[in-house]
């Protein structure tokens, strides 16, 4: 067994209400837990549990929800997370847009600027991410990299432009492993999610006892091995998805948000 681990800064920072923003990044698809709803847990849960203890009034709702865009994250959920009057908020958005088969990055993340700036004028810490280096994923990943380099740097520069904290993604280079994605490489595992947890309490300066989790040792496989890994994987994961492009439907259509109001995430420790 071994470990991944990252430098950990710790300071006094606290908060006491927290919502988390976006698509299946946040609502913790790859990290399943049956019993919670939507039936996964997720990094931000494992934030949110950090951020709570020895806090019994603090307060966690998730409002994201997996398939989303951009436009129906800000539409269906910036009121929402503004009317809880957080003192923390984290937004990942941004992603489902770059996979489609055009899109106009400038417009984006012009929306995503103004949606940002509507959050840190509320006086919440704001913290947003830059999305996954996909270099070394496939040749669908490859080829979508420099889409996902050009969103990466904007996302840095609307964090330095509206003095929100900045979770940079792109540069977390233990995601390089496999055993931190889960078997669709599109989500990360409960390992995945264990570690952006510690990259998230680490950015915005929180202390906490987070470690990485235990990971398996990779098994070696032959390259017939891997082709018939690679046949698996497009006829689970990528067909379904190029069918739900085409059908104009998506896997968050029928899911609510886990926690549309306020919750103490200590049932949520699980882990």
Do not use: C
């Not at 995503?112 to 840190?120: G, K």
């Amino acid at each position: 067994m071994d470990h991944i681990g990252a430098a950990r800064t710790v300071t006094r920072v606290s908060f006491s209400r927290y919502v988390a923003l976006g698509d299946s990044f946040t609502e913790g698809v790859g990290d399943p837990a049956p019993d919670l709803p939507n039936g996964v847990r997720g990094w931000a849960d494992r934030v949110a549990a950090a951020l709570a203890a020895g806090e019994p009034d603090f307060g966690y709702a998730n409002l994201a929800i997996r398939g989303r865009k951009l436009g129906p994250i800000l539409t269906e959920q910036i009121e929402p997370a503004i009317a809880l009057n957080p003192d923390l908020i984290t937004l990942y958005a941004g992603g489902n847009d770059v996979l489609r088969l055009s899109v106009d990055i400038d417009a984006l993340m012009a929306s995503y600027d103004e949606a940002v700036a509507r959050l840190v004028d509320t006086g919440a810490r704001v913290a947003i991410f830059t999305p996954h280096d996909t270099a070394g994923g496939g040749r669908l990943f490859d080829a979508l990299r420099g889409r996902f380099a050009i969103l990466a740097e904007a996302v840095r520069e609307i964090a330095d432009r509206r003095g929100a904290v900045i979770v940079d993604f792109w540069r977390l280079e233990d995601y390089r492993d496999w055993r931190l994605w889960d078997t669709d490489r599109l989500h990360m595992s409960p390992a995945g999610h264990q570690r952006m947890a510690i990259a998230v309490l680490d950015a915005l300066g929180v202390a906490h006892d987070l470690a990485p989790l235990p990971l398996a040792e990779l098994p070696e496989s032959s390259p017939r091995e891997q082709f018939a890994e690679n046949l698996r994987w497009t006829r689970e994961f990528l067909g379904p998805w190029l069918g739900r492009r085409l059908r104009g439907t998506s896997s968050g259509d029928d899911i609510t948000p886990k926690y549309p109001d306020y919750i103490h995430p200590a049932a949520l420790a699980t882990a």
